[in-house]
């Protein structure tokens, strides 16, 4: 039980953490290096395909953290009981 | 059909939709909880489409796509980005919230600032920030709309008139309907930006004769359309990085905005309105830079106004014309009852007296605020964009008050101070009164910084020590 405990902090800190660094990336060349529109994607310049894969991240972060906090929300009622 | 015929035929049917969700709303009213937070129990589908369209507006509608044209791609990383860590933010900070308001109770978030302080001046402190920050805001809605609307009818109305009209439109729906009449007509209007902004967006990639040349035009026009910090310069890693920060805190200083994590019914719920909160802002934004380069090669170096009115009426089909100015109507009208609804909520939390007193006072506050609105919208000028910002950044200042009503048991009152502190020092630099860059750091990134260094530290210890205190 405290195993599972400790793998669902665990999870979610790392899903926290990666929130931190992705919006700390965010903000450095890597997604928005001044005036490079290479490579481009199905056209798009660079800035607005790797923007548009940043934003689907945080979805997908966003999905992941409503999980394990749904989770452990259940097990501490599954406790209470 | 003429465009004409269109837009009177569809806002026909926007008003009919509109009576049937007041009347609908008007029976169901019976408390004036009821009336406020229509019950506190919305499910996702609702909860998206309001939240969404709360969050969406004439701002989205008509501001992204010319700031698209005029500043580029760059325009992407400002907002959908930025939406992408706020709904990351909602599931932490939506969680707490709602726990901190059963401990509480909710009347609106300037009532929960009074009872977690202990201290009636920090909830008014919030509705100050609410106020000063919220008024223009829904006055740039009120402005783009009947700017649009008079371009599209030159000989009808006066854009005075028209926002006189919106204002009048707005007090009657929601004096009628009350909050679930605004939770319907966002539900009508998030669908319906969605739709009309995706068909106009297509529409867009078939002008340009195809998905590669749209990209390809808009970067022959001027290449640096293509990369940030674009064409004028304005997305600088600051501006982005201010931008993101007030963006973020929309959920926790924004009244209309928390009061809808609030009002879901439960916590499972609000969690999967995040994620599809999320959703929607990418699917939403990205047609708007369709529009934006398309744009950017007809339409290069022509005024908004005349960008806005040939790009989504003019150059469409009467049809999808019609039904972008209905949409347009639609999406200012949800944004701005849910301002200033929301306005009107925190005033109430914060009287006192009977039920039918306060709900008395509250639907008088509400009118008078519109009418100060319409003042505000007379007057102000046609940069939505950036005037929305200076909205979002304003109410931001008040984000350490908000957390640590939220983290702590015994919030310290510097908390307040401090943030209203630096909320007003914002303010006093829109009025002109202080600089807007000290030492080549923008005001709102330095303010940021000040605040994070003097009370972040602090609000951790105290969470510690409570935490210790509660183990003990």
């Known amino acids: 039980m405290d195993n599972r405990r400790d793998r669902q ?4 800190r790392a899903v926290w953490v990666a929130g931190a660094v992705l919006a700390m990336a965010t903000f450095t060349p890597l997604f928005i290096p001044s005036g490079r529109i290479h490579p481009r994607f199905i056209g798009m310049p660079y800035t607005l395909w790797a923007g548009i894969a940043v934003a689907m991240l945080f979805v997908g972060l966003t999905a992941a953290a409503a999980r394990l906090d749904s989770e452990e929300e259940s097990n501490r009622e599954g406790g209470r009981r | ?5 269109w837009v009177y035929l569809l806002g026909g049917v926007y008003f009919v939709l509109l009576a049937l969700a007041a009347r609908a709303s008007w029976r169901r009213h019976r408390t004036s909880d009821e009336f406020m937070f229509a ?5 996702v589908r609702l909860g998206l489409l309001t939240y969404a369209a709360a969050l969406f507006s004439a701002f989205t509608f008509q501001g992204m796509p010319d700031f698209f044209r005029l500043h580029g791609v760059g325009a992407w990383m400002f907002l959908a980005v930025s939406d992408g860590m706020m709904v ?3 599931v932490a900070f939506g969680r707490a919230i709602r726990q901190r308001v059963r401990e509480l109770g909710f009347n609106g978030v300037a009532g929960l600032m009074s009872s977690a302080y202990g201290w009636r001046a920090a909830g008014w402190m919030m509705f100050a920030s609410s106020f000063i920050f919220l008024v223009p805001y829904v006055a740039i809605q009120i402005r783009g709309i009947s700017i649009f609307l008079r371009s ?9 008139q028209w926002a006189a009209l919106i204002v009048l439109i707005m007090l009657t729906f929601s004096e009628i309907g009350g909050f679930r009449a605004i939770v319907f007509a966002d539900a009508i209007q998030g669908l319906s930006l969605l739709l009309i902004l995706w068909a106009i967006g297509l529409a867009c990639v078939r002008a340009a004769g195809g998905w590669a040349p749209l990209w390809d035009g808009m970067l022959a026009v001027d290449p640096a359309l293509g990369s940030v910090p674009g064409p004028r310069g304005l997305f600088t890693v600051q501006f982005l990085l201010a931008s993101a920060i007030a963006i973020v805190m929309i959920p926790v200083t924004q009244p209309q905005l928390t009061t809808r994590l609030v009002v879901m019914k439960s916590t499972a719920a609000m969690h999967r309105m995040a994620v599809a909160v999320g959703v929607f802002a990418i699917l939403v934004i990205f047609p708007t830079a369709l529009i934006g380069a398309l744009g950017a090669v007809r339409y290069a170096g022509a005024p908004t106004d005349r960008f806005l009115a040939g790009a989504l009426l003019h150059d469409r089909a009467p049809w999808l014309g019609g039904l972008a100015l209905v949409g347009l109507f639609a999406a200012g009208l949800s944004t701005t009852n849910a301002q200033l609804f929301a306005l009107g909520a925190e005033l109430r939390s914060m009287l006192r007296g ?3 007193a306060v709900m008395m006072a509250t639907r008088a506050a509400i009118l008078v605020f519109a009418l100060v609105v319409f003042g505000f919208s007379v007057v102000m000028s046609d940069q939505l964009v950036l005037l929305a910002r200076t909205s979002f950044t304003g109410t931001s200042m008040m984000a350490p ?5 939220v983290a702590l048991r015994r919030p310290p009152r510097a908390l307040a ?4 502190a630096a909320m007003l020092v914002f303010f006093a630099a829109q009025l002109g009164l202080v600089t807007g860059v000290v030492r080549g750091v923008r005001l709102d990134l330095l303010l940021y910084l000040v605040l994070a260094i003097s009370t972040g530290p602090a609000l951790l210890l105290a969470r510690r020590r409570e935490a210790a205190a509660g183990a003990g």
Do not use: E
């Open chain 1, 9 to 12: 902090r665990w999870r979610r």
């Open chain 2, 1 to 5: 059909m003429s465009l004409r015929t």
């Open chain 2, 39 to 43: 019950g506190r129990n919305l499910g």
């Open chain 2, 88 to 90: 990351l933010l909602i």
């Open chain 2, 152 to 160: 599209a009818f030159p000989d009808l109305l006066t854009p005075a």
């Open chain 2, 354 to 356: 009977t039920d039918r």
């Open chain 2, 401 to 405: 008050m908000v957390f640590g009503a």
């Open chain 2, 417 to 420: 101070v401090i943030s209203t």
